[in-house]
């Protein structure tokens, strides 16, 4: 599951904006891989926000097949707008103020780690579940939820 989190409203409000509209073309994971290729690591690399911009956004993501004017369009919708404040709102129930932040079987990890840690924690995770008896595809709605976290649930399950 993928929830927005503004951290920086002034450098990636429209970037959030355009990862809904995106995702309304059918299109988000090849926005959100081209936002870190092509706006995050331009970013990093000239510290010019402008990289991570609307026009910029606006400029790239025709190479991977988003319709620009129709992106532009649901960026400035209030669908887009409402899931962005919807989403914060939802993070702020479980104190999440910063990212990347996961929830790995109902456990919050905040901050960023390395591939290895990151696999470590997975892995752990996975052994938990196996002990326990619960088939896997049942563990997080059996155990995970189980435990009361109801309100976390995603939309429409």
Known sequence: MFKNLVVHPQTVARAHLAGCAAANQGKFKE??????????????????????????????????GIDPAKLKADMDGQDCKGLIDSDAAEMRKFRVGSTPSFFINGKYVAGAMDAGAFKQLIERELKIVEASGVPAAEYYEKVVMGKGEKAFKAAGK
Do not use: C, P, T
């Open 31 to 64: 926005y959100y891989n081209l936002f870190w290729e092509k706006g995050f690591k331009a970013y990093q690399e000239s510290r010019d926000a402008s990289k991570m911009g609307e026009e910029a956004i606006l400029s790239w993501v025709s190479s991977v």
